[in-house]
T-cell receptor
């Protein structure tokens, strides 16, 4: 069974600092990996999708890397802003449909 | 606007009562999902459906039931057999093997 771990569970940084969020998974035979953002009491918003054949994806200030052999992905958020405060979750899929989620990292960006 | 609509946002269930959560999507996605989220935990898959009139159990299907009579709709019934139903429920949809989109969620509380 795929296990997904996100460490740390919570992170607090001053505004302007770069954020580094980690995700590890136990089964390297993944189909894809996704990073999501969740605001309190809300649904999830997809940030980046990395297919298994890709090494990284970028969108604006966000960059996600994928190393299947070591079972790791890292989400980088450059020049953090208070609006980046949220919980970030990663999820991996072993097929076209089912995702296994980590518990998330809750980020606070201090103004 | 295209998206996923969940209702109600808040729902209270009495002991021994069945309740149904609604999920409607107008994204023309084939696949639909129901996830449960407990505080400080990742999402866990309850049921998913790849096509109309077909659905599969996820990791925590006991005490829940679903139907998929229309492509747009995937209601979830929380039955009295679910002994600990208090949680945040998220509906999602996706095209096959691609980014998954979530609704805003429904809070269910047992009173």
């Amino acid at each position: 069974k795929q296990e997904v771990t996100q460490i740390p569970a919570a992170l607090s940084v001053p505004e302007g600092e770069n954020l580094v969020l980690n995700c590890s998974f136990t089964d390297s035979a993944i189909y894809n990996l996704q990073w999501f953002r969740q605001d309190p009491g809300k649904g999830l918003t997809s940030l980046l999708l990395i297919q298994s054949s890709q090494r990284e994806q970028t969108s604006g200030r966000l960059n996600a890397s994928l190393d299947k052999s070591s079972g790791r992905s890292t989400l980088y958020i450059a020049a953090s802003q208070p609006g980046d405060s949220a919980t970030y979750l990663c999820a991996v899929s072993l097929d076209d449909y089912k995702l296994s989620f980590g518990a998330g990292t809750t980020v606070t960006v201090r103004a | 606007d295209g998206g996923i609509t969940q209702s109600p946002k808040y729902l209270f269930r009495k002991e021994g009562q069945n309740v149904t959560l609604s999920c409607e999507q107008n994204l023309n996605h084939d696949a639909m999902y129901w996830y449960r989220q407990d505080p400080g935990q990742g999402l866990r898959l309850i049921y998913y459906s790849q096509i109309v009139n077909d659905f599969q159990k996820g990791d925590i299907a006991e005490g829940y039931s679903v139907s998929r009579e229309k492509k747009e709709s995937f209601p979830l019934t929380v039955t009295s057999a679910q002994k600990n139903p208090t949680a945040f429920y998220l509906c999602a949809s996706s095209p096959r093997g691609n980014t998954i989109y979530f609704g805003e969620g429904s809070w269910l509380t047992v009173v």
